[in-house]
């Protein structure tokens, strides 16, 4: 069967997600996006996406939730089947998540464990879920962060799961390589989103002070690299992490 490219964007509601979903539509791939809590923000991307002629689809996926993944990855195959007469995926972008601004002598193991689960752990087994899906030429783009390298105050547990998946990212490229699947992080500075309740303008003052390029980016700067990891165009890049962040804190 030939094959249509559908990639899998988790956290496609809001966000980076969001800006990835429509960036992959335009690219002309299919797009299966997954939300949390804001189904209506993801059905406007789907619609949006509609709109402009491409294809795309919306399920609802709790990162955090290993025991669902199984029923997930059904939900996938039939949506695969239904709307595209397909039974695999070109792509699966790891981006859905949640932050936390908290000093390491006050974060609670509940937001520890919430954290690793979302950021490390639902990462790990949603790829292990859906690899027997990818194509042979598949991608997988992991969202990682500048806060690996720049120690940042208050994100200590979410910047040291980000710097767990982006070892992983090289794992994955290495043992699926044998199967022609590329596995990348894509590391962003700061971001114009509503991750950890988005920024003020004294905050966005601050970052764009701390970024060579003077601005804080927008999802749109994130979703045009992940466009390219994901496509031929970025075909020869494998095993790596890509900071997105205009040259933050450097
Ligand atoms: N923004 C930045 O400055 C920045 C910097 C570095 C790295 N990143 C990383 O980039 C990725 C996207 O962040 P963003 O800034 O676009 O965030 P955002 O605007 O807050 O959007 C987060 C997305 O993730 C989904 N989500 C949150 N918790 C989830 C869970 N437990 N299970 C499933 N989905 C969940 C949300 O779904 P609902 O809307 O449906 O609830 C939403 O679609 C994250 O991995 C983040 O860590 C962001």
Redesign the pocket.
Known sequence: MNQPNVVVI????????AATALECARRGLGVIL?????AE??SQVVRRIGDAGGKAAALM????DTKSFAGFRGAVQDLLAGMWGADSIAGLVN?????LFNPIETVSEAQFDALMN??LKGPFFLTQSLLPLMMPGAAIVN?T??TTRVATPGVAPYAAFKGGLDVLTRYMAKEFGGRRIRANSVA????R???GGGLNEAFETLLAGQTALGRVGE?EDVARVIGMLLTGDGGWINAQSIEVAGGYAI
Do not use: K, M
Not at 10 to 17: V, Y
Not at 61 to 64: D, F, N, T
């Open positions: 988790t956290g496609g509601s809001r966000g980076i997600g997954t939300y949390h809590r804001q923000q993801a996926l709790e990162v955090g981006n859905a998540g949640h932050g979302v950021h969202l962060s500048a962003p500075g700061a971001i989103t509503e991750l999802p």
